[in-house]
T-cell receptor
């Protein structure tokens, strides 16, 4: 059973460009979470999605950031018009439905660098 | 809002020795989960151990065990027989069972295992 997959692993963008980060959850997992880790800090929750639904986006910045988890395909975290402060590691996690939902398994992260 | 505090930014331990990492949290909820995650230099987030608040028995996973003191809101991690591969950042995390399943992380403790 492959783990949580994220791509790209590293992404470089210039200010004003768009960044698209992809996450494929573990097989059988229907819950996806996105977290951001700024340098030398802990992870901060951004958004929690289930298939075709945003369940909790309380950690998402109000502008430029969006996330989706379509019926088919990976979850996408999209950052429009990136700024240098968006430089961070973005982690995706997934969890199964049912009684083990509370255990989240993380992907390797995408390191975004904004020049 | 829940908060998680890790008061030890850095710790060092000799190989084969035992080390304890501290974590305290603040919540008004009665049911919740606590986790320790490890982030080695590869920066992958790896689940080390989890604890359900309703269980009095402390969780153990091989060389890793916790001391869960619910009344004191304390959740320390003990690593026995430390190995060089234990060198990593360790994050304590909290999840409330009553709301959407987001993790709240502490700021982490950097553990260095030395020869």
């Amino acid at each position: 059973n492959a783990g949580v997959m994220q791509n790209p692993r590293h992404l470089v963008r210039r200010r004003g460009q768009e960044a698209r980060l992809r996450c494929s959850p573990m097989k059988g997992h229907s819950h996806v979470y996105w977290y951001r880790q700024l340098p030398e800090e802990g992870l901060k929750f951004m958004v929690y999605l289930q298939k075709e639904n945003i369940i909790d986006e309380s950690g998402m910045p109000k502008e430029r950031f969006s996330a989706e988890f379509p019926k088919e395909g990976p979850s996408i975290l999209r950052i429009q018009q990136v700024v240098r402060g968006d430089s961070a590691a973005y982690f995706c996690a997934s969890s199964p439905p049912g009684t083990q939902q509370e255990t989240q398994y993380f992907g390797p992260g995408t390191r975004l660098l904004v020049l | 809002a829940q908060t998680v505090t890790q008061s030890q930014p850095e710790m060092s331990v000799q190989e084969a020795e035992t080390v304890t990492l501290s974590c305290t949290y603040d919540t008004s909820e009665n049911n919740y989960y606590l986790f320790w995650y490890k982030q080695p230099p590869s920066r992958q987030m790896i689940l080390v151990i989890r604890q359900e608040a309703y269980k009095q028995q402390n969780a153990t996973e091989n060389r890793f065990s916790v001391n869960f003191q619910k009344a004191a809101k304390s959740f320390s991690l003990k690593i026995s027989d430390s190995q060089l591969g234990d060198t990593a950042m360790y994050f304590c995390a909290f999840m409330n069972t009553g709301t959407a399943s987001k993790l709240t992380f502490g700021t982490g403790t950097r553990l260095q295992v030395t020869l």
